[in-house]
Nanobody
């Protein structure tokens, strides 16, 4: 089993920045791809970004390209999501997810492990 814990959420003004962290524990050797998803009130959960821990390749949703950067520190078993130029529409509960499959999946079904989420609120 793998446990994921998100942190770093909070309240920020539009145009500001936040860095989310996703710390993995347990059988971390079994996971390769870590992704970030978000869910706004009344909306479905959507893909934000993903990274392959082994090679560092990444994938982003069009809505965050150029503003968000996903990165990893394998020594700390942690994946980060640097969020810049935040917009009110970025307000959501942000989840990290992980899978051992070597594919930068963009759907929830492609991930096996999930964290509890961290709230990001962007005020206008």
């Amino acid at each position: 089993q793998v446990q994921l814990v998100e942190s770093g959420g909070g309240l920020v003004q539009a145009g500001g920045s936040l860095r989310l962290s996703c710390a993995a524990s347990g059988r971390t050797y079994s996971i390769d791809v870590v992704g970030w998803f978000r869910q706004a009130p009344g909306k479905e959960r959507e893909f934000v970004a993903a990274i392959r821990r082994s090679v560092g390749s990444t994938n982003y949703a069009d809505s965050v390209k150029g503003r968000f950067t996903i990165s990893r520190d394998n020594a700390k078993n942690t994946v980060y999501l640097q969020m810049n130029s935040l917009l009110p529409e970025d307000t959501a509960l942000y989840y990290c997810a992980a899978t051992g499959v070597y594919r930068l999946g963009i759907t929830e079904a492609q991930y096996d492990y999930w964290g509890q989420g961290t709230q990001v609120t962007v005020s206008s």
